[in-house]
């Protein structure tokens, strides 16, 4: 059985990572080369690198900054921000990312789902939901960093993104973005139940219970950005925490 993944965050604007919350209020927290290469040395099994104002402000994620953090780093990386095509896909591929992260572009044209799973594999398409919650076991889907309000069902968007071949799907609560009081695992329960790929919880976590929390409700990966850029925890702290729970995670060297 293969372990539970714990991935930091790298949320980057302006090539410098930030944390907000609710994804606003944003504050500095470091290089994202520097930062990554602490996280690759430090135990995690991937890492996520967002570059959060890319779609927003109608441009695309630095290939550069890609490339030079790809050299530095042996673990998986994923890259979102900006990927509105297929040859956007293709460059952060061979810039070194290991998988791409769609979400407003998915939104915009589902085929493109189904395309790049085709053309690259589904193990590199990661679709990434940022839910908010609109009513009673109601989420809707935001778009550009959190702006835009799709009025897409949180539920049914997961399901159809699963249908037309999405590998893995990256959930973070808008709602509890930020806020370190859990993840949203009534959520993360009904998105995990609906589909048969992995989905990676984010958003919320502020104490080791909460990624042990997170697997229960059916979570393949744990993902945490200002937990650990402002070392409040540590991805070992985390690791030993779910291994006491007798929960398996991934051995690292």
């Not at 940022?130 to 959190?146: L, P």
Request: aromatic share 6%; with cysteine.
């Amino acid at each position: 059985m293969l372990g539970i993944r714990v991935i930091p965050c790298l949320d980057v604007t302006a090539g410098r990572v930030v944390k907000g919350t609710n994804f606003v209020n944003l504050k500095d927290a470091g290089d994202p080369i520097e930062v990554a290469e602490h996280y690759n040395s430090d135990g995690a099994d991937e890492i996520v690198f967002l570059d959060i104002t890319a779609t927003h402000e109608g441009r695309n994620t630095t290939i550069d900054l890609i490339r030079r953090t790809a050299e530095k780093v042996f673990i998986p990386l994923t890259v979102g921000g900006g990927i509105r095509t297929m040859e956007d896909i293709r460059n952060l591929l061979n810039a070194g990312a290991d998988k791409v992260s769609l979400n407003s572009s998915a939104v915009k044209d589902p085929e493109i789902i189904r395309k790049a799973g085709y053309k690259f594999g589904i193990q590199c398409i990661v679709i990434a939901i940022d839910a908010k919650k609109v009513g009673e076991n109601k989420w809707n889907v935001f778009v550009h960093g959190g702006r835009i309000d799709t009025g897409l069902d949180a539920v049914l968007w997961a399901k159809k993104v699963a249908k037309l071949g999405a590998g893995e799907i990256l959930l973070t609560s808008m709602d509890k973005d930020g806020t370190k009081d859990g993840y949203d695992t009534e959520l993360l329960r009904i998105i995990s139940n609906s589909v048969q790929i992995p989905v990676i919880a984010s958003g919320g976590a502020g104490k080791v219970e909460h990624f042990s929390q997170a697997y229960e409700y059916g979570a393949s990966a744990v993902l945490a950005a200002s937990l650990f850029h402002y070392k409040e925890l540590t991805i070992k702290e985390v690791k030993e925490h779910l291994k006491f729970k007798n929960i398996p995670v991934r051995t690292t060297n």
